[in-house]
């Protein structure tokens, strides 16, 4: 059974400040999805990764993947209030079927 | 393009009442799913479909049924309506497993 974990699951930072949400999965898989929703609104994809060691970056958001720890990172750098959202990492392992973890709700305060 | 669209956007429903939420995609994706949100719990497949006449359960199928006669559609159909149906529904599609596009979302309330 595909299980997803995500901590924190609630996160408050502030303004300027680093922070990494950690993603842990049970599988094999050698791909992780990194998605980010606002509130009230639909989800919209951050992050494919798909390989081992895998490092992707957009502005202050840095994802990887490490597949033999089955571990995944969400790095945010020097956060914003732009970045307050909730973050969900998901896993597929070469199903069809995604499964999404509990999400990370991130709230950057001034 | 428009993306991915759900119809509609919010629903009341009385307890026992039936219903069909709408999805279409103009993307030409043949990978497309049904999920449900409820607050804290992260999004459940609902059922999922890879070409058109093929679809499958995913974790929460009960209560609810699909069809997917074209490649475009994937409409959602509650039946018999219950409380526990109440939620944000989100339909997507994807061209390979696993970057999903999403529609915005249909909240349905079941009273």
């Known amino acids: 059974e595909l299980k997803v974990e995500q901590n924190p699951l609630f996160l408050s930072m502030q303004e300027g400040k680093n922070y990494t949400i950690y993603c842990n999965y049970s599988?094999?898989?050698?791909?992780l999805y990194w998605y980010r929703q606002d509130p009230g609104k639909s989800l919209e994809s951050l992050f494919v990764?798909?390989?081992?060691?895998a490092v992707k970056q957009e502005g202050r958001l840095m994802a990887s993947l490490d597949t033999k720890a089955r571990l995944s990172t969400l790095h945010i750098t020097a956060a914003v209030h732009d970045l307050s959202a909730t973050y969900f990492c998901a896993d597929a392992k070469g199903s069809e079927k995604l499964v999404f973890g509990k999400g990370t709700k991130l709230t950057v305060n001034p | 393009n428009a993306g991915v669209t759900q119809t509609p956007k919010f629903r009341i429903l009385k307890i026992g009442q039936s219903m069909t939420l709408q999805c279409a995609q103009d993307?030409?994706?043949?990978?497309m799913y049904w999920y449900r949100q409820d607050p804290g719990m992260g999004l459940k497949l609902i059922y999922y479909s890879v070409g058109a006449g093929i679809t499958d359960k995913g974790e929460v199928p009960n209560g609810y049924n699909v069809s997917r006669s074209t490649t475009e559609d994937f409409p959602l159909r509650l039946e018999l309506a219950a409380p526990s149906q109440t939620s944000v529904y989100f339909c997507?599609?994807?061209?390979?497993?696993?970057?999903?596009?999403f529609g915005e979302g249909s909240r349905l309330t079941v009273l």
């Open positions: 599988t094999t898989s050698d791909r």
């Open positions: 993307m030409n994706h043949n990978y």
């Open positions: 997507a599609s994807s061209l390979v497993t696993g970057e999903l596009f």
């Open positions: 990764l798909l390989s081992n060691g």
